[in-house]
């Protein structure tokens, strides 16, 4: 072991080779006051040793256990002393703001105000209280955080008298509060509950709307007041400043203007009776607007419906023209500018009747290049009411079904399970089976959707029959095979037994594996002792009714209408397979008679003799109890006779 190195001595005349390695401190000193980080500086209106005699005088009894060197504060007096003087500042600071007193009241006030365990009447004492305080004084405090926050309260719990009167001290200054990303919530607030004061709010707009609706804050406060809350008129004037200046200088509708009434929009109404150059102009200066909004597409405005209003509105106007080359020239120059832009215009009806009314009257290529910019959002358009009328135009009119296949079935059958769920998903998913069926479509829905037939006609090749059929065959092996993998667990489910009904009698393929899937949950003893049983949910037990009739009742011819793609019969003689037939008398003494009713009838038209006959003796019993109390016992009870007549024969 070698001996420790002793230190050099001071008075030694050798050169000191090394550095004097210093002794090891036995205790850790307090951090300097110059070391602690901090945010905001400290003033010390005195120097060190004032202070540090000040502590002193506070601690006398401990002065004589000290060293001559005085007393070093440690850490936690530091940030002690550091918080209260930061404490001080920001109380300094917001004493020296503007209305701090104000401000001040207004919060104890509103701290009362907005409290959710109050009385109506107790909040409108506070309400009252509240607005004692800001009275005249809303103008210069609503651009602040807190303080619009206050006035916010006053017009969501104030009474009429009370909103009118923020709105009154707020006249010509509604353009600045929505540029204000506090004092905007407040605009919405006032067109929302002050309906006397809106139009005069939008009014202070004019002339502006294009500009705020490229703005960060006023964007969707427009789009707010434009979608929400504005009536016809005030949507009108809204929409004035797409069409340029020339526009503005024309008389603007009234309320009791018939004009307004019209379906069409405000473009229309602003173009009648202008010669052929004025035409021109408006039309050109809404292009240049449309195309501000196309080039500003990171602002967000054309996610708003105002811009696909007047998208749509300069759309029809083009396709009117009556020069060809003219308006192919004007559309296709629309088409490109927009094209890579439609995602964001799905959402709405004005948008969604645009990227329709592109898809109708486009090329193969054109209609080539909407799918391709759409298919990322295809399942997010299959569960939105305006959007996926798009998906249904495109089934109607692209002649390439096998670009169908690759790029928008898969997106709407993989996600079935999810569709299913909501009635707008399972009108998706119906659509490439029974495209505009009565049963599952209303009438003003068809009317929407026909709206492009006219043009499918021109544009369209191939006969509705055959697109509809390829289409069909193209999503049945998806469909198919998510009713083998989740049939029996969504044949529960209200819209779930719909959807499952129509991909049984419509799907092209083989159904085996689906029929066994579906008539599993019936091997389970009836009735149920747990969960009920399938046969006892109504919209289960019809879907089991209609697939062994073979297809839906049709009122109008009285009858079954049989489905070419589904074979009853084979369903029959699973159900028989599968179903005990001490089961299958307790369903017809119990909720399962009408299914029962349909076995007997398709057993009766297309069953063997062994089926006849095992039928014949599981509803035997059944026969000689009478089982008059039996819902639908007369439709069994002829069904039992016939069994019996046609076993009889054929034995």
Known sequence: MLAPKRPISAGSETPPAKKARLPRRTSKKAPSVLLQKRTRPVDNSSDSDNSASDEEGLVEEDQDEQSDEGHTPGPLDVTKNTHAAQRVLTHQRRAAKPHSSLLADAKRAWSLAQQKTISKKERATHITSLMGIVRGMIQDIVFKHDASRIVQTIVKWGSQAQRSEVATELQGRFKELAENKYSKFLVVKLARHCHSHRLPMIMEFRSRVIRLLLHREASQIIADIYELYANATERSILLRDFYGREAALLPLPQKDDDATKDVRGGLPVVLQGAYEEQRRRILTSLRENLDLMFNNSDKGPLRHAIVHRALWEYLSEIVRTSDDREREKTYRELFES????????????????????????????????????????????????DAQLILFTALDVIDDTKLIAKSILPSITQNAQSLQASAIGRRTLLYSLVPRDRRYYTPAMITRISETDSLRTLTSKKSSDVRAAEICAAASSELLSWVVRDGAEVSRETGGSLVITEVMLEAHGDKEA????????????????????????????????????????????????????????????????????????AM?????????????????????????????????????DGGKRTKGWAALSEGITLLGLKATNVT
């Open 514 to 585: 689906a029929i066994e899937a579906l008539l599993i949950p019936l091997k389970t003893s009836y009735p149920s002792d747990g969960s009920p049983h399938p046969i006892d949910l109504p919209h289960t037990s019809r879907l089991y009714k209609v697939l062994l009739q073979g297809g839906h009742f049709s009122h109008a011819t009285n009858a079954i209408v049989s489905r070419p793609n589904f074979n009853p019969s084979t369903f029959a003689s699973a159900f028989l397979h599968h179903v005990k037939s001490a089961d299958i008398a």
């Open 338 to 385: 927009c094209k890579d832009l439609l995602p964001e215009i799905v959402h709405t009806r004005d948008g969604s009747r645009v990227v329709r009314e592109f898809l109708a009257r486009g090329t193969a290529k054109d209609r080539k290049d909407i799918v391709k910019v759409l298919k990322p959002y295809i399942a997010t358009m299959a569960k939105d009411e």
């Open 588 to 624: 017809a003494c119990g909720g399962g008679s009408f299914v029962i009713a349909a076995l007997l009838e398709r057993v009766i038209a297309d069953g063997t003799p062994e089926e006849c006959n095992s039928l014949s003796e599981c509803l035997s019993g059944l026969r000689e």
